[in-house]
């Protein structure tokens, strides 16, 4: 089973500044889907970036971008010139892509809570 | 949005009582899950479902049932509540072709609380 491992509960970081929240992940699988959500107060769940292990780009959105290392399960989120609005849990996800019995499940670590400081 | 529809959004039950959330899609997404949220634990899966009447269980399945008998409604049941879910339940659904970058989408969830 494919497991997600968030390694840091809380982080901070000052307006307009950058940070890097982590994420590895375990699977034996090698075609799949990294994702990570932003869950601010309201709790909705907000698809922040996703990523194809078969692409070796990294995805990009806007002040959003991974650091996708495939060989080391490594799928760190970066977050360039942080705004008050980005204050929110981020979880990693992991979908698989085999289809057998439906198993194109959704795994998530268990978030990291970021602070931003004015 | 997504265009999921969570019912109740909030629900405050007693301990024994049977309890139903409805989620509804519009959408036509072939897959649609129940997950829970609880501090320390994050998002855990409880049931899904991969088509009309096709189901299978989650990491956290006991305690709760599931029915689809339509395309675009996922019902999550706790056949007798416990104070041990309460939480908030999220449904969620997926399409698996390539537009849509297999993403999965949330609905806003639903508050329970079991007294």
């Known amino acids: 089973a494919q497991t997600v491992t968030q390694s840091q509960p809380e982080m901070s970081v000052q307006e307009a500044e950058t940070v890097t929240l982590s994420c590895t992940y375990d699977?034996?699988?090698?075609?799949?889907?990294l994702f990570w959500y932003k869950q601010p107060p309201s709790r909705q769940m907000i698809l922040v970036i996703r990523?194809?292990?078969?692409?070796?780009q990294n995805a990009t959105e806007n002040r959003f971008s991974v650091n996708f290392q495939k060989a080391a399960k490594s799928f760190s989120l970066k977050i360039s010139d942080s705004q008050l609005g980005d204050a929110a849990m981020y979880f990693c996800a992991y979908r698989s892509l085999l289809t057998q019995g439906g198993s194109e499940k959704l795994v998530f670590g268990k978030g990291t809570k970021l602070t931003v400081n004015p | 949005d997504a265009g999921i529809t969570q019912s109740p959004r909030h629900k405050v039950t007693e301990t024994g009582t049977p309890v139903t959330l409805r989620c509804h899609q519009t959408?036509?997404?072939?897959?649609m899950y129940w997950y829970r949220q609880d501090p320390g634990h994050g998002l855990r899966l409880i049931h899904y479902?991969?088509?009309?009447?096709?189901?299978d269980k989650g990491e956290v399945s006991d305690g709760y049932s599931v029915s689809r008998s339509k395309t675009e409604d996922f019902l999550l049941t706790l056949e007798s509540a416990t104070s041990s879910q309460t939480s908030v339940y999220f449904c969620?659904?997926?399409?698996?072709?390539?537009?849509?970058?297999?993403?999965?989408?949330f609905g806003e969830g639903s508050w329970l609380t079991v007294v």
């Open positions: 699977t034996s699988e090698s075609d799949y889907y």
């Open positions: 969620a659904i997926s399409a698996t072709v390539p537009s849509s970058g297999n993403t999965i989408y």
């Open positions: 479902s991969y088509g009309v009447k096709d189901t």
């Open positions: 990523q194809e292990a078969y692409k070796q």
């Open positions: 959408e036509n997404h072939r897959y």
